[in-house]
């Protein structure tokens, strides 16, 4: 293994025993790690470290050094391990970001053992590298099922509100219009214009256009969705509407239908033709498929 490639492994933490030995016996050793010790403070914005590795050393091969060739290594080693601690510093402010399309669902495992399921068209941010006991942050676009384990406090920050718990089970889902937070197990803060409001297993927080919706406790111990179900209390059909197209990948139209109609019932995620029976039929209405578009009318 050459020099350069040496290096870059000891810099990684990833040499074998063999690879450690020939690291040490190069002439360079001594001076390596004392320009680590100097470097670990450094810091660098964000750039292609193979490209700048690369272009750094062809500046250095192609500068006259006919009276300093002592120079010549230790240069290379220096440049090596600025870009190295740059992009380990890089590296390390680095987000992870899942997104969910329409009709998908995912299942995360947070660092900390902690768990997300992600419902259709949502996404979730955080910090992997800075996630540890005393920092547990995490932001959601859409909907998602918590199951936190036990610690420190854990925040889920969404465009409406900020929900706050230590170790607990529970459901946010924050869409526009409409922000609904819904305790399974534990206890759930929910911050929301400057008022905070504590939930216990059973309790939901529910803002509809601003509005505070007053709810009934549920003796559910998931939210319907997490098995592949999307169920309403008294909700708009406007949002019954826009979840039905997050799940199914369509367009609803209905022009003649009053969407601040309200509406209380279930629709399935597996069968596109039972799951548009399940809102018609109660509402009396009829509808026809064209192409990836549902149009509704009245009977």
Not at 32 to 43: A, E, R, V
Not at 60 to 68: D, F, G
Not at 234 to 247: I, K, N, Y
Request: glycine share 4%; hydrophobic share 40%.
């Amino acid at each position: 293994m050459n020099k350069d490639a040496l290096i870059l492994k000891w810099l990684d933490n990833n040499l074998s025993p063999q690879e450690l030995e020939a690291f040490q016996a190069l002439e360079e050793y001594d001076a390596i790690t004392k320009l680590s010790n100097y470097t670990k403070d450094f810091k660098a914005p964000e750039f292609n470290t193979e490209v700048a590795l690369q272009a750094t050393l062809s500046k250095i091969e192609s500068k006259p050094v006919a009276k300093n060739n002592w120079l010549t290594p230790f240069l290379k080693i220096a440049a090596i391990l600025a870009i190295c601690f740059s992009a380990y510093y890089y590296t390390t402010t680095l987000d992870t970001t899942i997104t969910t399309q329409y009709a998908e669902k995912a299942q995360i495992v947070l660092p900390d053992q902690s768990k997300v399921n992600l419902n259709a068209l949502s996404k979730i941010t955080y910090n992997s590298k800075q996630w540890h006991a005393n920092n547990r942050n995490i932001t959601l676009e859409g909907e998602a099922f918590f199951n936190v384990k036990k610690g420190s406090t854990f925040n889920v920050t969404t465009a409406t509100g900020i929900i706050s718990v230590v170790g607990t089970e529970f459901n946010v889902k924050q869409r526009t219009n409409y922000f609904e937070v819904t305790c399974f197990e534990g206890v759930v803060n929910v911050d929301f214009n400057t008022k905070k409001t504590t939930l216990t297993a059973g309790d939901s927080f529910l803002i509809i256009n601003g509005n505070l919706i007053e709810r009934l406790q549920t003796k559910n111990q998931q939210p319907d969705w997490i098995h592949s179900v999307s169920s309403f209390i008294s909700v708009p059909l406007s949002e019954v509407f826009a979840e039905f197209e997050r799940q199914y990948n369509v367009k609803i139209e209905g022009n003649t239908i009053k969407k601040s109609t309200l509406f209380s019932g279930k629709f399935t995620h597996n069968d596109i033709n039972i799951a548009l029976q399940s809102i018609t039929q109660p509402l009396q209405l009829q509808y026809k498929k064209v192409n990836n578009t549902i149009i509704l009318t009245r009977e």
